[in-house]
DNA sequence: CTGAAAGCGCTTACAG
DNA sequence: CTGAAAGCGCTTACAG
């Protein structure tokens, strides 16, 4: 490594203190003017670059946000697989960046280890995204850091949360396919009892079958892993069941999967069955077919949680901040209008 | 905040010297059984995290690695759309959160702004993907930081590097396209004149061309950027040109884009032209229609360059790495072959 | 085997 | 308006 130029080697070359330097690089009211420009002069020529970790140590401050991602398994990859997080990730990172925080992103078993890791690192702030035990939100409020819950049903409004109503979005879809003529309608989900995303979308589909008096029958329940890969395998379980007319995704990667794995045994979509996701995503445009999904804005879900952890540093302001964006459905090309 | 445990605290506790705390968290040698044991018990009780700010600032060791990832465009967000990135980031996080490190992913304006980040920081090492101009290597190698360059064609040798050979990857699918009847043959590239992966599969393909003596037309060649945009855009003008009967698009997410756009004018793939992809992103799978490509290993990049890394950053060994993984067509839907 | 002490590079009252 | 000095929480020779 290079020696590196610290405050000292600066004040030396400007002729003044190293408290002098400090209070011009952090901007501070009160130095004269000719005073700051040597100094400006002195950083410019030694090319001087402060020590975050001096700074954090003293002034407890570290400008990095740390990012909870969901893993698909115990101790595996990120689900960055789901491009719902990539580009929920993208618009973190850039409005962060923005405003000269780094972030952290981890698929750390969230629990106590990770929140030893905001300690270790003087965290100013996270997001965390998706539901986790109670006992973690437990830890997370003693903790007490500026965090930010993105899609979570955590029962305690004590955070910052920025969320979709799930079930109004899961609502609407379900009705959209009730009022073109569908009755057997069959839904795959994640799981349900976890008490996150899915189940409010699950109860969303329940809502909408009730107001039409449909009986909510069992075997339309699909229950699996949100990933590409179960929507593939439940086309099979689906294709047997004749008398489904069409089937909710609670998310578009699943969606996707079903299509590919409703095709690939021979069923048209929608001539056979008709199929609505939700989420949105950037790929559902790389799809061949349209998919007709619940559209919720990704971008601005992470450019939320982002604004708000940072203003949740700067103002101590203890004003929690529930925001509820809203979701449209996007007719495009999967769900057929039946006629009875 | 609550008051942070320190090193002093556990000290007291446990009714010895500071030192001694710091020589059984590191696992130094040298420390009496009984007394180490006397000091973990204190640790547990206090629930002491150590400040990594304050071990950074004395032993210069931050375990952060920075990974710059190529942004879209200037001051915008991440590549993360291009699910290449995704796959790779994934496997970078996973395999460096195995040893303890921590990923501080950036799509900084990659120069000098960025490598002030790294010595703010006191990164202990760096991941480069991509591209960038030679005045940003020089000054990479001032750094004097472990340093690995994934997908570059920097021509100085001098950092550990993670590739493909894509100018084979890219004449293999044109061979494979030309054995299978196509004479004329479109490319869809990012880029050429940067010098990096598109240009090099460029090369790649007027190798194959130039081995079967086809000419080299250049109204066949379409560049642009490398993403799902541009592949749907690029559509219209290869629709109007009678005489492709096939199409190189050196990324799978041109190819996608590509084929989204070629289908909505009418186009069937791939009786009508046919495509070939480059990289088998994961969602290459999602498409109905399984994308004829040049499969990489894109997790394995990611892990391997985490890999180097880590080792660079343990042995200060500077016997330099430079790993080819390997590439290879996957015949699946997208090329026809054509009888002359 | 353990402790006293210096020092890493900063920030921040405080005094002048 | 500026500087001397304390202190943030650690690690690491060095002495014993």
């Keep these: 490594m290079n020696k590196r130029v610290t405050i000292k080697d600066v004040a030396r070359e400007a002729g003044v203190s190293i ?63 789901n491009p719902f997080y990539s580009e929920f990730l993208s618009a973190v990172e850039y409005n962060l960046r923005k405003n000269n ?54 029962k305690d409004h004590y955070f910052h949360s920025v969320q979709i109503n799930d079930r109004y979005g899961a609502y609407i879809a379900t009705k959209y396919l009730i ?21 409010e979308r699950y109860l969303g589909y329940k809502d909408a079958l009730k107001e039409f008096d449909i009986p909510i029958i069992e075997k339309n329940v699909f229950e699996g892993n949100v990933d590409f890969e179960f929507g593939i395998q439940v086309a099979k379980q689906i294709s047997k069941n004749k008398e489904l007319t069409v089937v909710f995704a609670i998310a578009d990667i699943l969606a996707l999967g079903l299509i590919k794995g409703l095709k690939s045994v021979g069923i048209n979509i929608p001539e056979d069955i008709s199929v609505i996701g939700f989420d949105d995503i950037y790929i559902s445009k790389i799809f061949d077919l349209g998919l007709t999904t619940v559209k919720q804005d990704i971008y601005k879900k992470g450019q939320k949680a982002a604004e708000i952890v940072m203003k949740s540093i700067f103002e101590k302001s203890k004003t929690k901040q529930e925001i509820v964006l809203p979701v449209e459905i996007v007719i495009r090309e999967t769900v057929k209008k039946r006629i009875k």
Tied chains: 1, 2.
């Design 19 to 81: 408290a002098t330097i400090s209070y011009v690089v952090n901007k501070k009211e009160g130095v004269r003017e000719e005073t700051a420009e040597k100094v400006s002069a002195a950083i410019k020529k030694l090319n001087y670059i402060p020590d975050l970790s001096a700074r954090s140590l003293v002034s407890n401050r570290s400008n990095l946000i740390g990012v909870v991602i969901p893993q698909t398994e115990e101790d595996k990859e990120l689900m960055l697989k």
């Design 101 to 154: 925080f780094q972030l952290i992103i981890s698929g750390t078993n969230i629990d106590k280890g990770y929140l030893d890791m905001v300690v270790e690192r003087n965290m100013d702030g996270i997001i965390v995204v998706g539901m986790y035990p109670d006992e973690f939100f437990e830890d997370l409020k003693k903790a007490n850091i500026p965090t930010v819950l993105v899609d979570s049903y955590c």
């Design 179 to 199: 009022e073109n003529g569908h009755e057997n309608i069959g839904i795959v989900t994640g799981k349900i009892k976890t008490g996150g995303v899915a189940s």
